[in-house]
C-alpha cells in the first residue's frame, strides 16, 4: 500500500460540506475524531488507518449505491477501540448519530452508515451491498505486501500489551483462521481480485509463525 495521500482534515470538510452541517458541527465532530484515533493505546487503529481507509475508497465509491454514507462510516467505523470490550462498533455507531445528528437530508446516509459500522465486527460476511464495500475496505490491510501486513500485526499486537502471549497467540489464530476458512475474505469483486490471493498468503504465512513459545 501506498502511503496514503489523503489529508483528514480535509477530507473531513468535504464530507461535512457533502451531507451540509454547519460549520460548528464540522468542528466538534474533527476535534473528537482526531482525540478519540489519537489515543495512546492506538498503534494501528489511528487516523491513519482512516486515511488508508480514504484512500481505498476512492477506487470504489462510484459502485457504492451511497456513497456518502459509505464514507460516513469509514470516518466513524473505530471511534471508540478498546481491546477489553465487544461492543466498540456499536458505541460507535451510536456515538455517530450524536455528532451527525439525522436530519431530513442526512437520514439516510446515517443509516447507511449504521449497518456499515456494525458490519466493521467481521462477524460474517454482510449481505448488503455498501455494507460489503465498507468491509473489504476496512479488511484490505490482509491483502498488502508482506512486510506491510508484518508490521500490521505488531501494531495490533501492541494494541493488546495487557494482553498475556498464552491468551493472545491463541485469540489471534482463531480470528484469523476464521478469514482463511470462508470461501472468500472479500466479498465484493473488485476487492477479490485486487487482494484475495495475497490475504490468503499473508494470514498463513502469519498462522505459521504465530506460536506460543
Partial sequence: MQTPKIEPWLAWRRLCEDL??????????????ARRYGESHRKYHTLAHIAACLQEFEAVKAQCDDLL????????????????RKDNE??????????????????????????????TKHAAAPEEHDAQIMVDID????????????????????????V?????????????????????????????????????ANITRELNTLKLF
Fill in 139 to 162: 479488511l484490505s490491510i490482509l491483502g498488502q505486501p508482506w512486510n506491510v501486513y508484518e508490521e500490521y500485526t505488531r501494531q495490533i499486537r501492541a494494541e493488546y500489551k495487557r
Fill in 69 to 84: 454514507g459509505v464514507e460516513l462510516a469509514i470516518w466513524f467505523h473505530d471511534l471508540y477501540y478498546e481491546t477489553n
Fill in 164 to 200: 498475556p502471549r498464552l491468551l493472545y497467540v491463541p485469540g489471534r489464530r482463531k480470528i484469523m483462521q476464521s478469514f482463511l476458512d470462508r470461501p472468500h475474505i472479500f466479498s465484493t469483486e473488485f476487492f477479490h481480485a485486487r487482494y484475495e490471493t495475497q490475504a490468503r
Fill in 20 to 33: 451540509n452541517l454547519d460549520v460548528a458541527a464540522m468542528q466538534i465532530g474533527f476535534q473528537e475524531l
Fill in 90 to 119: 456499536d458505541r460507535s455507531a451510536d456515538r455517530m448519530y450524536v455528532l451527525v445528528e439525522p436530519r431530513e437530508w442526512t437520514r439516510n446516509h446515517t443509516l447507511t452508515a449504521d449497518v456499515c459500522i456494525r458490519a
